[in-house]
């Protein structure tokens, strides 16, 4: 073969595969991928610097924004880390609830999840279908919170809403109904060999490469790694509630897929203990509007349905958290990305990125790096407004 | 009474020429998406005129409007004329393709191998419109559609050859004609070998039927054959850099591709515009092409789209040695006939 000629697919910050702004520098031979660079910083809002200014109430509905899909991981996360801080004594009832909307956030964003993933091999029926079944666990979520999104229902100290009896007898029957229709998904996309063209053997991330570039969640266990939070380090009840950690060791897309569909599984299972096991009593304590945190420093982990989620909280007492600190699971899982991404082609490209259900909105902080000094240092909104119109007047 | 040469004249500009087959292509453009939305259990266009039947005008008007862009590092002429050309080209296949009666507007012999001609010189187009459009996606777009059709014009062409063996005829008006004609030669002769030749001849075409749905399929880049223009991996393909008129040239050019493949696979293997009953041709037509429509919507609902390389490799493997293994039996058939 001769000498052949690359070119640069710039896929993103704006592109159909990515439901929000992020570049991928994708070179390519042909069809092959050669090399991969990843560039985030396009979706910078600069929350953790917000929360140093606001009050512990404030920072839980702002937390609660830093995703749409997993907020409740967000916001009850936050209220560990406060609660562990100021040595707080959760009612169990509150635990269970807590630990019910946990789960049924991670059945909705992995069936989004696997709607999406449809769409990027150009299913679209299978995404239509998988998403009106999402439904039934939209309602329910509706149901429970009083709102499809932003749930709202985690406070520090307990839940904001009990789950009434006869919303117990409806949940149960959502959950039926949608883990048939799980079950049947699951068993449609192994039997279907159009689909697993696209994806058996795509985006190989070994057991090896995904400890070493740590992968987290979904993406760590589709490589056959058994870790996952609950099990490891348990929070809420999870030390409670029987369940597996559902891993698989075919290292690819397709075994990303069917780690996902055995996770929701595992979850309606674990929705299900702990709607027989509801313990009776409050659902939350009393703690004053103005919440105090003694001087603490706390790190709180998590297993968002993305994968371990970490929360750092530094108090120095007062009102106002010292510093906040967020590491979302897609930032752990960016590294292996572009592990991923080379020697495929350009047709796994969105597949590969979707298939460890990234969400950039999270992972984004502003850091600047001099690359011929290596000297890094970090910027707030009004430091970097003054700069950016300096910046314009010496150069237009 | 009115010269003939008006007649021909009204017959090429106003019916069945290029003002019914505007309205026709936007027609079956609804029922292709309004099918193909209630396969995937969504509604499909509904507000626009009757159950959003005028829907596909309102896009084609609104893109005309539109203001139309020419990148600065494009290839001018060419990007320009791709457009033209891409509707002009579907267009003139119909002027082939029976409609009104038994013969085309135009009908010779070897009109065949005009119309094969005509949709290997569409692609050509699309390669040329993602080439000239200099953009990294388009030219992937354009480079995936000359591949593509490396690998599905030999069995589309094997496919069409068929009937044409059948109908000792390359033109595709005679061509149409042959079912009725066989069917008038087996009434004739007797019964048990006519039960058996037809029962053969309708399990060869069905064959050969099947092919070419699958290579027209991926003629008018479609799921599972939409890779040229993967949207979620490309970006639109080749056509990304297209937008107002041209764009709104491009797809009504879509349209009018998806009448004449579907009029060409009625022609070849349904038995074109006629029909056992006294029912005029034009509606025999209509209804034909619109089940070839619905055929093909429902193979698009039922796929994900392949790669590239599993579509080549695919096709040479399986639908190639089918398509030669077709014409063996065809030619038996026509020993037999």
Not at chain 1, 361 to 385: A, G, P
Not at chain 2, 49 to 56: A, E, F, R, T, V
Not at chain 2, 165 to 181: E, G, M
Request: aromatic residues 10%; proline residues 6%; hydrophobic residues 50%.
């Amino acid at each position: 073969m001769g000498k052949t000629e690359e070119f640069i697919i710039p896929v993103g910050p704006q592109h159909p595969a990515l439901k929000e702004p992020e570049n991928f520098t994708i070179k390519v031979d042909g069809e092959y991928v050669v090399d991969a660079k990843i560039r985030p910083g396009y979706n910078h809002r600069g929350i953790e610097k917000a929360t140093e200014s606001r009050t512990y109430i404030q920072i839980l509905y702002l937390l609660e924004r830093v995703c749409g899909i997993c907020s409740i991981c967000h916001m009850t996360n936050f209220c560990l880390a406060v609660e562990e801080a100021m040595n707080l004594e959760v009612p169990a009832r509150a635990n269970y609830i807590r630990t019910i909307m946990h789960e049924i956030e991670r059945l909705h964003s992995h069936s989004l999840w696997l709607g999406v993933a449809a769409h990027e091999i150009g299913f679209d029926t299978l995404f239509y279908y998988i998403w009106r079944d999402r439904e039934v666990i939209m309602d329910l979520t509706e149901r429970i919170s009083g709102n499809r999104v932003n749930k709202a229902i985690p406070t520090i100290g307990g839940v904001r809403r009990d789950i009434p009896p006869e919303l117990i007898r409806d949940l149960r029957k959502g959950l039926d109904v949608f883990e048939e229709r799980i079950k049947y998904y699951k068993s449609l996309i192994l039997k279907e060999n159009t689909v697993l063209n696209r994806a058996v053997g795509v985006g190989i991330l070994t057991p090896h490469d995904a400890v070493a570039l740590a992968a987290v969640g979904p993406t760590l266990r589709a490589s056959g790694i058994k870790s996952d939070v609950r099990a490891d380090d348990p929070y809420l009840v999870f030390d409670e509630i029987p369940f597996n950690v559902m891993t698989h060791d075919g290292c690819d897309v397709a075994s990303r897929v069917i780690v996902r569909c055995d996770e929701m599984l595992e979850s309606i299972n674990v929705i299900r203990y702990c709607l027989d096991h509801l313990p009776d009593g409050p659902i939350r304590v009393k703690v004053p509007v103005i919440v105090r945190v003694p001087e603490a420093e706390v790190i709180s982990l998590w297993e968002a349905p993305r994968g371990e989620l970490i929360h750092y909280l530094k108090s120095t007492g007062g009102t106002m958290p010292y510093r906040y600190k967020i590491r979302s699971p897609t930032l752990g899982n960016l590294p292996a990305v572009q592990k991923m991404l080379i020697g495929n082609y350009i047709a796994d490209v969105p597949i590969i990125i979707a298939a460890i259900d990234p969400c950039f909105s999270c992972t984004d902080r502003m850091t600047f790096v001099n690359v011929n000094t290596e000297k890094s240092w970090v910027w707030n909104n009004e430091q970097l407004r003054r700069y950016g119109n300096k910046w314009y007047q010496q150069n237009s | 009474m009115v010269p003939a040469e008006l007649l021909k004249i009204a017959e090429l500009i106003v019916f069945p020429g290029f003002l019914f087959l505007i309205v026709y292509a936007l027609f079956l453009e609804w029922v292709d998406r309004k099918f193909f939305a209630r396969l995937q259990n969504r509604y499909g266009p509904q507000h626009t005129g009757w159950k959003g039947i005028l829907q596909p005008w309102a896009d084609l008007i609104k893109l005309l409007a539109k203001e139309d862009i020419t990148p600065a590092a494009a290839d001018k002429t060419i990007f320009t004329l791709v457009p033209i050309f891409y509707l002009a080209i579907p267009l003139t296949v119909m002027f082939l393709v029976p409609i009104l009666g038994a013969n085309a507007y135009l009908s010779f012999q070897g009109d065949l191998i005009v119309v094969i001609f005509l949709f290997t010189l569409l692609i050509q187009l699309v390669f040329f419109g993602g080439w000239s459009s200099v953009n990294t996606f388009g030219i992937v777009g354009g480079m995936r559609a000359a591949l593509q059709m490396l690998s599905y014009e030999i069995p589309m062409a094997l496919a069409a050859i068929g009937p044409a063996i059948l109908a000792k005829s390359l033109s595709i008006s005679d061509i149409a004609q042959w079912p009725s004609r066989l069917i008038g030669l087996l009434s004739n002769s007797s019964m048990p070998l006519s039960i058996a030749v037809g029962a053969s001849a309708i399990f060869v075409m069905a064959v050969g039927f099947g092919i070419f749905t699958l290579c027209m399929l991926a003629e008018l880049e479609k799921v599972p054959f939409d890779i040229p223009e993967a949207e979620t991996e490309i970006v639109g393909g080749w056509q990304v850099e297209y937008s107002g008129k041209k764009l709104a040239l491009l797809r009504l050019g879509g349209d009018i591709e998806l009448v004449a493949a579907s009029a060409l696979m009625t022609a070849l293997f349904l038995g074109g515009p006629l029909g056992p009953w006294p029912i005029p041709p034009a509606v025999w037509f209509i209804v034909k092409t619109t089940i070839c429509v619905l055929i093909i919507s429902n193979v698009r609902a039922l796929f994900p789209r392949f790669r590239i390389d599993q579509m080549t490799y695919w096709m040479w493997k399986n639908i190639v040695p089918i398509a030669v293994l077709y014409i063996v039996a065809v030619e038996m058939l026509a020993a037999v006939i």
